[in-house]
């Protein structure tokens, strides 16, 4: 059977990517930063899965206001890195896993979840930055992705405690595939952070480190805040954090089993207009 052995949490700040392509990451801005996930690119080396299930948001650029699906799984053979504004990252070619994708839309949909089946769709920094932060400048990446894109852009965006629990529709799912692969979610987005109107530039460290601490050691409590506490304690786009319950609620300890062993924490602001929070949790 498959098995999900991780989650990886992190934020995924467009400027982030921008400073690895252009080779920043030793600048004095950058670098405390970028160190924080030292421990991170070797610890993906020595626990490198076959498959990433990768909760992200797209940014209105494989969606617009024409089609908004509330959560969309990737099911392609492979996703080009998008074209933001910049020109698309010099990064790889996202490689899918069509059957895996297929069979946890199959499960996911029958556990009652209304997912939208992706077939083709180019992916932007909401997917490529964590990949970046976490893996480095690869020639290929070292891994399958199935992205799974989740509305958090365009109001209304689904509560933390659906999210949560689509993470257990997804565990379940994972653990039903007939073929032995070690597979990752990673929950990306986030932490405070709001990009308009008056309050843009908000940073709120206190709550972040309250989220990180309750999303380790009591995640049913953080899949109890409502909406209305992200937006006004992170900022309109700290709502990115829902995203980080799918992949909380897939870990071992939500469906009985021991607590995860918590591998990294690391927390650091500002990068860009944005607080970034980073977690490492191994299933027992
Ligand atoms: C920034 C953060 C985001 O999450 C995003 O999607 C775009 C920009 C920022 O901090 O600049
Ligand atoms: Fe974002």
Redesign the pocket.
């Known amino acids: 059977m498959a098995r999900i052995t991780a989650s990886v949490f992190t934020s ?4 982030i990517g921008a400073a690895i392509d252009l080779g920043k990451t030793q600048e004095a801005y950058w670098q405390p930063l970028f160190q924080g996930y030292e421990f991170s690119k070797q610890w993906m080396k020595d626990n490198t899965p076959d498959v990433v299930f990768l909760v992200y948001n797209d ?1 209105a650029t494989a969606f617009s206001l024409d089609l908004i699906p509330t959560f969309a799984i990737g099911t392609a053979a492979s996703y080009q890195p998008a074209d933001e504004g910049w020109g698309p990252r010099p990064v790889p070619v996202v490689e899918g896993h069509p059957e895996l994708a297929s069979h946890i839309a199959q499960s996911v949909i029958q556990q009652d979840f209304d997912l939208t089946i992706v077939n083709k769709m180019d992916v932007d ?2 997917l490529t930055v964590p990949l970046s932060l976490m893996c480095g400048q690869p020639e290929k990446w070292p891994f399958k992705v199935i992205p799974f894109a989740v509305n958090v852009v365009q109001y209304p965006v689904p509560s933390g405690r659906r999210c949560f629990q689509l993470g257990q529709a997804i565990r379940k799912a994972v653990e039903s595939f007939d073929g032995d692969l070690n597979v990752q979610i990673w929950g990306t ?1 986030g932490m405070s ?1 709001q ?1 308009q109107g008056p309050r843009a530039g908000l940073i709120n460290k206190e709550w972040d480190n309250a989220f990180l601490d309750k999303l380790i050691a009591d995640p049913a409590a953080a899949a109890a805040i409502p909406h209305i506490e992200y937006v006004r304690e992170a900022g309109s ?1 700290g709502i ?1 954090l829902v995203m980080w319950l799918i992949a909380r609620g897939a870990m071992a300890d939500v469906a009985g089993g021991p607590a995860p062993k918590l591998a990294h924490r690391f927390f650091h602001v500002p ?4 607080a970034v929070g980073h977690l490492i949790l191994e299933n027992a």
């Open positions: 995924h700040v467009p400027a940014h920094h909401g987005g952070h990009l786009e990115e990068a860009s207009n944005t």
